[in-house]
Structure formats: structure tokens, C-alpha cells
């Protein structure tokens, strides 16, 4: 049997990257899984790889109603949730002196409020059990110019499982942060090119970029009973990047 066989699954930012990635693993481990994006266009093409054990819902994180919806349909279909993988974020180099008050509200209203909300709407449908996956990054560990939005809101991301963690108490519930070094996903790899790919892959000691499917690999891990002990941690998967 699969770890996750007879799972219910929200994976945000699904449509896509490490999100799909994620959604395509839960799907090969035995999940059912629904994907959440913004996209309907890119929504359409990840159900047609990931087939009949998903389902689609298009919103976004930073719209409340549009998670009050995903979560009703949930309940509605399925009754429950074991696996919440708050995936969806944003961010780029911006450096200090250039940063905008829009900017600011950007990265709060997805990587801050989105993920609150994603974990906190979807309580009502978790018990024990339960896995909650955020989403991080290594650049919530160290500093990296330019990137100084997009890190404070990761490094809060990474306290919001310490705090969440004692919240959690008593419920059986686990929550667990997953942080990437840099991905080649497709928006990276469109984004940097072969020369801005190689820059970010020389920065970790693997001298590489991770691909989607590695960190895939340890979202199921964090999400499967495998990892039952854990929570409050944060897995880094970045090549030692943050590491050293």
C-alpha cells in the first residue's frame, strides 16, 4: 500500500512548479488530491497529467471567499482533509530603495495572509493525524540581495510553524515547513536562462538546481506518517545552500 493511499489533499500554487510537483507525488503515493491556482489555463493542463485522482479549483490565496469556496467544495465532496500543503507565494529581486508600498502589500497578501488563511479555513476539516506543509525557502535563512521582501516573508513563514505547532497541541494535527533552495521550474528557467541558472546552481555545494520532483519527494514525506514525530521543523532542500 501507498503512504498516502486514502488521503485528502489542498495543495495551493498546484497548477504548476513545485506545487504540481507536490500534487503529482501525493497522486503517485495514493492521494486524492485538489490543486488550487489562480490560472484556469494552467489548472486544465496540470488535471490533464495529474487525471482522475485530482480535482481543480481556481482562486487565490489572498481572497478569502475564494478559500471559503475551495473548502466548502472539499467538504461538500469528501467530508475532510488530511493534508494541507500551503504552496502558493510570490516574490523577486527588488532591492532596497526601490521598494514599493504595492510591493509590500504583494508579498503580505500572498506569502503572509495566503498561507494563514489557507491553514486556517481549512482546520475545521483536519483532525488527528493531520499534516500541514508551508512552504519556505532558503532565503528565509540567509540573506540575499535584493531579495529582502521575499525573505522576511519566508522567515515568518518558518516561525508560523514553531507558533502553530503549540496552537496545535492536543489536536494530533502536525506542521512542518518544506524550504527549496533555487528550483528550475519552469517560470525559473524562463525567468534566469541558462547563465542566471548557473549563477543561482553555483551558489550550493551540489552545484546545481534542484529539480521540481526532489522536492516532491519530501513534501510526501512530510505529509505521510513516516514523518509522524515531527513538527515545528523545517526540512531545507537546497543543496546545503542555507547549511553552510
Known amino acids: 500500500m501507498s503512504r498516502l493511499t486514502g488521503k485528502i489533499a489542498v495543495v495551493t500554487g498546484g497548477a504548476t512548479g513545485i506545487g504540481l510537483a507536490a500534487a503529482q507525488r501525493f497522486v503517485d503515493e495514493g492521494a486524492f488530491v485538489y490543486i488550487f491556482s489562480r490560472r484556469q489555463d494552467a489548472l486544465d493542463k496540470a488535471l490533464a497529467t495529474l487525471g482522475s485522482q485530482a480535482r ?98 519566508k522567515a515568518a513563514v518558518r516561525n508560523f510553524a514553531r507558533t502553530w505547532a503549540e496552537d496545535l497541541v492536543g489536536t494530533g494535527i502536525r506542521v512542518n515547513v518544506l524550504s527549496p533552495g533555487p528550483t528550475a521550474t519552469e517560470l525559473a528557467k524562463a525567468a534566469l536562462g541558462e547563465e542566471g541558472q548557473k549563477v543561482f546552481a553555483d551558489q550550493n555545494p551540489l552545484r546545481r538546481m534542484a529539480e521540481t520532483v526532489e522536492i516532491g519527494a519530501v513534501a510526501a514525506f512530510l505529509a505521510s506518517d513516516d514523518s509522524s514525530f515531527m513538527t515545528a521543523s523545517e526540512v531545507a532542500v537546497d543543496g546545503g545552500l542555507a547549511q553552510i
Open 56 to 153: 481543480a479549483v481556481q482562486g487565490s490565496v489572498s481572497n478569502l471567499d475564494d478559500l471559503d469556496r475551495l473548502y466548502e467544495t472539499i467538504k461538500k465532496e469528501r467530508g475532510r482533509l488530511d493534508i494541507v500543503m500551503a504552496n502558493a507565494g510570490t516574490g523577486g529581486p527588488l532591492k532596497l530603495g526601490a521598494i514599493t508600498v504595492e510591493h509590500c502589500d504583494e508579498a503580505y497578501e500572498t506569502n503572509i495572509k495566503g498561507t494563514l488563511f489557507t491553514v486556517q479555513k481549512a482546520l475545521p476539516l483536519m483532525g488527528k493525524g493531520g499534516s500541514i506543509i508551508l512552504t519556505g525557502s532558503s532565503a528565509g535563512t540567509t540573506g540575499s540581495p535584493g531579495f529582502s521582501l521575499y525573505a522576511a516573508s
